[in-house]
């Protein structure tokens, strides 16, 4: 996946010439890529810059996704933010408004790309605390080590010493699972949040059909505290 910028005003000859360039590097006939970003070249209609980015992007075999606006204001509406995909992807797309910044987002889905199956291993780790570790002191304290001092052999000797020591130390660090699957996560977003979130967005979208400023300034208050809330969580 690639993600690009290109300013308003931006060079379109040497944007193009350099994303050829990284284009051709990352070529391989066994490999699909994505590029997507806000280019500055409005895809609604026909014009010209969209015409030079097509020729390029077609010898590459992609093709843009975006056929709606995402970028919307009281006197205008353009499509500047696209994501390329393979011309053979089978894909669905929607916009998103987010309430996040004056271009909307857009939800690709790529139907026909396979998972790989996630299979979680367990993990273990040793329950060793202060209870476990004086347990495991109490029974190598009650050991006679008869079958280690009994022999003259070294490696007898060591062999029986080593079996001695971790039959205790199995016995008293258990093993516990903590696997993901145990593990809880603490929510984060409270109830606070999720109401916030809802008024932002509808004062957003409130507020680019509208010049209406105290509309504009309650949502700057929204804003200011869900960003607080966030770092203090």
């Avoid at 931006?10 to 193009?16: A, I, S």
């Avoid at 996040?100 to 139907?111: C, E, F, G, M, P």
């Avoid at 780790?125 to 009650?142: D, G, H, M, P, V």
């Avoid at 932002?200 to 400023?213: A, G, H, P, Q, S």
Wanted: hydrophobic fraction near 35%; glycine fraction near 4%; aromatic fraction near 10%.
């Amino acid at each position: 996946m690639l993600c690009a910028y290109r300013a308003p005003g931006g060079n379109l000859e040497y944007f193009l010439n350099q994303l050829d360039s990284i284009l051709n590097s990352l070529d391989n006939p066994k490999t699909e890529y994505i590029l997507c970003g806000d280019l500055n070249i409005n895809y609604i209609g026909t014009n010209n810059k969209k015409t030079q980015l097509e020729n390029l992007l077609n010898m590459y075999n992609l093709i843009g996704t975006v056929n709606f606006p995402t970028r919307i204001t009281n006197t205008s509406f353009s499509a500047i933010d696209n994501i390329f995909v393979d011309k053979r992807s089978n894909y669905t797309i929607k916009p998103y408004i987010n309430g996040l910044s004056d271009h909307d987002a857009q939800l690709l889905t790529l139907n026909d790309l396979v998972q790989p199956i996630s299979i979680t291993k367990p993990i273990y780790i040793r329950n060793i605390n202060k209870l476990t570790t004086a347990e495991f002191q109490s029974l190598l304290s009650e050991e006679l080590w008869e079958d280690v001092f009994g022999v003259t052999d070294v490696n007898i000797m060591f062999k029986n010493f080593l079996n001695t020591y971790l039959r205790c130390y199995n016995t008293c660090f258990l093993k516990v699972n903590i696997s993901k699957s145990n593990q809880t996560r603490s929510g984060w977003i409270t109830k606070g949040i999720t109401v916030s979130c809802k008024k932002k967005k509808e004062l957003f979208v409130l507020c680019k059909i509208t010049n209406n400023y105290n509309l504009k300034s309650i949502l700057q208050k929204i804003l200011f505290n869900i960003n607080k809330s966030n770092l203090q969580c």
